[in-house]
């Protein structure tokens, strides 16, 4: 069947640090997946896309890779800051689906000063 | 100035009763959405209209209907409301075939607690 999964166990660091968030798919053939922020009482905003055919996209501290073999895709935030702390959620688009987005379950990011 | 707008806020009601939730965006997009997220923070689609015309309707129960009165809006109905329907709901928005990134925009949510 088909499976997003992200680390249910909160992430926590220290402000300045990276943190890497983990995606994994299993059963899927995504024409791209992406990134939202979730903060408590609000709903998700978009943060990167990164299609099938792209191995690494960058925004300002941001970055996703994609591996298509692995089935994973990494999200990071480099010098991390306490206003980063929130769920971060990744969501798959497949082909021909109508738009359709599968989330994953959301990882808890909490970053220390 | 607010993009994906969603009435009300909170919603807490009996078991049995009927209820509706209202989603009205003004980004001119041409496709909604309504998704439940439950307690795990899942964030599962129910339905999806493109120009008032459903596209997607999930395994979802038929107590759900949606509605959509023109492109701007997508309202959801709720027959004979059960306790397994307390969940935070989300509207949102996407233009759907456009769009470098085709990020969808998402309300603030509707929290229902079913008693």
């Known amino acids: 069947s088909q499976k997003i999964e992200q680390n249910s166990e909160a992430l926590n660091i220290q402000e300045g640090k990276t943190a890497t968030l983990t995606c994994n798919y299993t059963?899927?053939?995504?024409?791209?997946l992406q990134w939202y922020r979730q903060d408590p009482g609000r709903g998700p905003v978009f943060l990167l896309l990164?299609?099938?055919?792209?191995k690494e996209k960058r925004k300002e501290r941001l970055k996703v890779t994609f591996d298509t073999t692995l089935k994973q895709s990494l999200f990071h935030i480099t010098a991390s800051q306490p206003a980063d702390s929130a769920t971060y959620l990744c969501a798959l688009r497949g082909r021909n689906q109508g738009g359709k987005l599968i989330f994953g379950q959301g990882t808890e990011l909490s970053v220390k000063p | 100035d607010t993009a994906v707008s969603q009435t009300p806020k909170y919603l807490v009601t009996q078991m049995g009763n009927d209820k509706s939730i209202k989603c009205e965006q003004n980004l001119g997009h041409d496709t909604m959405y309504w998704y439940k997220q439950d307690s795990k923070k899942f964030l599962k689609i129910m339905f999806s209209?493109?120009?008032?015309?459903?596209?997607i309707n999930e395994t979802v129960p038929n107590r759900f209907s949606p509605k959509s009165p023109d492109k701007a809006h997508l309202n959801l109905h709720i027959n004979s409301l059960e306790l397994g329907d307390s969940a935070v709901y989300f509207c949102?928005?996407?233009?759907?075939?456009?769009?470098?990134?085709?990020?969808?925009?998402f309300g603030p949510g509707t929290r229902l607690t079913v008693l």
């Open positions: 949102a928005s996407s233009q759907l075939n456009g769009g470098l990134n085709n990020e969808q925009f």
């Open positions: 990164i299609r099938e055919n792209e």
């Open positions: 209209y493109n120009n008032k015309e459903l596209i």
């Open positions: 059963n899927y053939s995504p024409a791209y």
